[in-house]
Every structure is written in C-alpha cells, then in structure tokens.
C-alpha cells in the first residue's frame, strides 16, 4: 500500500468519481472557534465515499476477471459503491445482505445493478455463501477496507483535498476523518503524507465504538464491543484491519470520540448552514470539528462528511431535535 | 446588458464565489425519461444563487461608492446574498426587513455583518425608509433582478452550466430554471446563447405564479395576481424586469409551471438521491424536469436548484409526504 496506488487510482477514477468541492459557513467557523472546512462525500455517487474505492478495485482489475464479476459482503453504502461502480463498468455484481435488511437498501442495490443474495444471519454463514458464490462463479471479492486498491481509491479523497488546500494557501490544519474500518481515514493519511505534510489526520468515531482511538492509544488492534447500538451504523465495524491500523498508526491520531446527540445536532447544522443531507455516522468528523474544539489544535481544521445516506426518520429527528 | 457583463463578473467572482458541481443520479434519471443533471445553487455561499449577484454588485462599484455601502430590500435570498458579498468586501450593507419577517432571518442577516432595519408592513413604505437613508447616508442600491450587474453575477451560474456540459460532450440540453423576477434565467440565457448555443433554458414557476411563462405567451409583462400564498417563496415576484423580460423573450421558453405537491416532492427526491437540501422554490425546476417529462424534448436536462433556505418544518413535511 503506497502512494503511487493512490494516485493511479486518481488517474483511473478521473471523470467517472466525483471531485467534491470544499465548503464553508462563517455560522460554523464561529461555533468551531476557527475555520472549519467541511469534504462533502455525501455528494459523492451514492452517496457516500464508498464509491471511489469501488470503482478503484474495479478499474484495476483485468479485463477477464472483471467480466466474471465482483462479490461484496454488505447491507449499506459500501454495497451501493460496489455496485454501482460494476454496473458502469458493465461487470456482474454480487451482494450479500441479510434477509433483514431494510426493503428500501435492497432495492436501491438491485436498482444500481447488482443481484442481492439474501441470508438468514440466524442460521446462515455469509462467509460459506460467499465462499460457494466465488468458487461456483469466479467472482473478486471487493472487501469492504482492508484492502489496497480500496484504500487507494478512498485516498484519492485525500488528494483532492491536498489540491483544494494548496488553492486555499493552507499549508497547516487538522484533517478530520469519519473512521469505521480506517480504509478512508489511512487513505487519507497517505496522501496528505505525501501531498500536503502540513496536514494532520484525525480519526472520529462514535463513543463506546472507538477502537481506533484506542487502538492509538494502546499502539495495537483493539475491537469494539459490539456492532450495533448506535445511530453510526455506517461506521461501525469490528476493529480495525492489518492493512489500515499501521498506516493509521504511524500518520494519525489522537482519535475524537463524539456522542450520538452530537452527530444529530451536527447533522442539524449542516441542513442548516450547508444545505448537505449528512448520516449520523457521516457527521461525526464535522460533530469532532464543531464540539471538540479543545481536543484540536490547529487554526484549520477539514472535516470529512462520509456519507449521506440517511433515512428520513432518523433526519427528522435530528431536526426536531437541533433545528432551530 | 451583454455576455461581456457576464464574462467580466466571472473574473470578478473568481476564488470569491463557488464552482458549483454538476450532480447527477441514476434513480433520477429513470423517472424523468432521460439523462438529468442537477446544477445545485443551494451550495453556493448563503445557500443560494444570490450571493453570485451580490458579489457582482459590490466588486463593479468603485472604491469610494463601495465603502458608504449597500442597500436591499428583502427578507428572503437576496438580503443575505447581498449582507455576505459586502461583508467580505468590508462594505456597509442595510438590508431593509418587514418587522414580521421569521426571527431566523433577521438574526442570519445581522450575523453576516448587515444592518437590519425593520418597518411595518401596514404602515410604513419601504421605499420611502430606503430613499431616506440613501440620501443621507449615500448607500446604493441593490435590486433583486432587474439591475445589469445583478443579472451578469446570477448569469456567471450560465458559463458554469456552458463549460461543466462541454466537458461532459453535451451540445444539445433544456436547462430548466427557477424563475421569479428572471434574474438568474436571463442570466444564464445570456451566458449559453453565448458560449453553448445548443442548450435552452426553460423557466419553471410554481402554478398560479406562472407570470413569466404567460408572459412569454403573450409577448408582454403579465403579472401574477399576488405575492403570497404559494410554498415557493423564494421566487413569488410580482413581475418580470424590464431588462429581464426582453432577454427571455428572445432566448427563453416555453415556461413550464409546477404544482407545490411536485415541489414537495422533488425536494424529497433531492433528499434521497442527490443528499442536498432545496427549498419549494428551488425545487421548481427539478420537478418540471422529473414531472413534466412531456413539456421537454431534449435527450438531456439540466435543472437549477437555485436555493436551499427551507425552514426544518417544511423540510419535515416534504420528507412525511415523499420521503419513502
């Protein structure tokens, strides 16, 4: 994993994934105390940064082996990335999600072209359907973050926003990253490592699921406790990977442990005063940006808004909740 | 009023205003019937197109005009696009607010460096304040549309949509546009007849505010009966402008008229696909381009969404409405 993959899959994902511009609010650089810039994935293509790694390990796949297919293990926005970025590079894809998956997930992947294989995550092993799918059909598996070309294509995130800093004559800040599995935030890190050294990357997480901020702090793979009981779901995993926790550990840290309230209330904020639809798990960066102030250092600080895909409940809620 | 007004308010604008994106879904694509595209103002600073015409106001003034300040009347867009372009140009701006205007936007326009000067609806004539203190003060004014370098700011939107569709090889396209006063329409009128000569633009206006699309019927100014009434706030005007009007004669049309329930609708579908947050009249062209399929010919629509100021409430109601 090295930097020349990242900006390969740069070159790869020129005019097929979105540039993302960078915005700003003088209402949250006042609530952040300095200025703050905000990387909108969400307004990525589905709307999430999934799509960039999707479309990284497809692209740089052989002919052949694309033509055979690609398998992603998911029920949220890595399995729309895959999907989506395999519909347009005209190859299979194959998602497995559990039979209780919310419809609307579902069909928003089959709609983007990939068949759904559904199990019973009661009786069911995904891993041995996975397995049979692969052996039976040739399909890639495309893991979801520890994976090199995956984290290549996350970090060419990183390298937009090494490019939009230098426009900005920032040449110091803290870059703040919604850290699940860590394949955004190492990505990250490796391009402003070499790209923009001034900048600093920063995990967030959701407090009582921030293995990565202890992992730093232990200086080994910790896991968290459980993987759901929190609004973050798109950034809850198990613990970081072999491939992203070394990279994570030599470029960033400390990590920032934000509440749920503070994702909802930062999710309000930029309706706001951005006009982004942000996911809980997508708005804990900004959520570190605006609450955390005194964990950070610098004058400058970029947060990364993950994803935005959100159902309308759950963003009514933040509303009635921080709206006004 | 000419393409070289538009031009030189690009230079102007330059590192000043933002390059919004070309956005664009799948999902969308499908229920319009053609490939659509989604030009979304509401990411411009102070979360619509306005800021573009305040900006081209404020830098054509000279030095000396510039720094007695800037007057507007509105409690809507205008005024903050206005009180923002003369704050970062370190200009006085009075914006001229009826008392009964939501709290909201008398605090958001004093917080981005204006001077709120309420009068009373029933009692008070806005104009008569406004002479005044441009007399005693030496303020200038500021129209909402029909005001040469006004329009050239709003048209700057127009090169934009020009370069981003020749990038993407379109030469042929409707770009449907949000139109009140006609401001941002003949704007970007001018800026394609000049630079994407394939592309028309097409005014959308909320039903029963539907004066320029008659207008354009008749060949005259008609006006709309009212000035309430209608969710889409953000682009009920009374009429065209007189430089506004002849501009759209010649470039513009059919218009298109859209009921408040597409509105809704498309603003839950902006919602959902594109994570961008649009206000009822911002919304307008993208549900003349999702709903009125028929009123087009072009393989290819692009739609304005010319703002994203929607209080939490409707936005809650769009999404109860149109959210699953």
Same mark, same amino acid.
């Given at each position: 994993?090295?930097?020349?993959? #990242? ?16 915005? %700003? ?9 300095? /200025? ?20 990284? %390990?497809?692209?740089?796949?052989? +002919? ?7 398998? !992603? ?5 890595? %399995? $729309? ?16 999600? &559990?039979?209780?998956?919310? $419809?609307?997930? #579902? ?27 692969? !052996? ?7 893991? &979801? ?5 995956? #984290? !290549? ?57 921030? *293995?990565?901020? /202890? ?5 080994? #793979? ?10 973050? *779901? ?11 926790? &070394? ?18 209330? +930062? ?29 950070? $250092? ?22 009635? %909740?921080?709206?006004?």
């Amino acid at each position: 994993m090295n930097i020349e993959m #990242i900006e390969a899959a740069a070159t790869r994902l020129e005019g097929h994934a979105r540039k993302t511009p960078l915005l %700003a609010s003088p209402f949250l650089d006042e609530i952040a105390g300095r /200025r703050l810039f905000v990387k909108p994935e969400c307004l990525q293509h589905t709307g999430s940064f999934k799509f960039r790694g999707g479309w990284a %390990a497809l692209s740089a796949m052989d +002919a052949e082996t694309r033509a055979k297919g690609v398998l !992603a293990f998911s029920s949220g926005n890595h %399995a $729309q990335g895959v999907a989506y970025a395999a519909k347009r590079h005209g190859a299979p894809a194959v998602i497995i999600m &559990p039979a209780d998956a919310p $419809q609307l997930k #579902i069909d928003n992947t089959r709609a983007l072209g990939a068949e759904v294989v559904l199990y019973d995550r009661q009786n069911e092993s995904r891993e041995e359907i996975g397995d049979r799918l692969q !052996a039976e059909r040739g399909l890639t598996l495309v893991k &979801p973050y520890d994976e090199p070309e995956v #984290i !290549a294509g996350q970090g060419t995130c990183g390298l937009e926003i090494a490019a939009q800093a230098a426009e900005l004559g920032i040449t110091e800040a803290e870059v703040v990253v919604c850290c699940g599995g860590g394949g955004l935030t190492s990505g990250i890190a490796l391009a402003l490592e070499n790209h923009a050294s001034g900048l600093k990357v920063r995990p967030a997480e959701p407090e009582g699921f921030d *293995d990565v901020k /202890r992992s730093l702090e232990s200086g080994r #793979i910790e896991k968290n406790p459980a993987m759901g009981g929190n609004i973050c *779901d798109a950034i809850l995993t198990p613990a970081a990977g072999d491939i992203t926790f &070394p990279i994570m550990k030599r470029l960033c840290g400390p990590g920032i442990a934000v509440s749920e309230d503070e994702c909802l209330q +930062a999710m309000a904020l930029a309706f706001l005063r951005l006009k982004l639809v942000v996911e809980p798990g997508g708005a804990a960066a900004l959520a570190a940006a605006l609450f955390h102030g005194k964990e950070l $250092q610098s004058d400058t600080v970029i947060a990364t808004i993950s994803g935005g895909n959100v159902d309308p409940e759950m963003f009514t809620r933040a509303l009635q %909740a921080y709206g006004t």
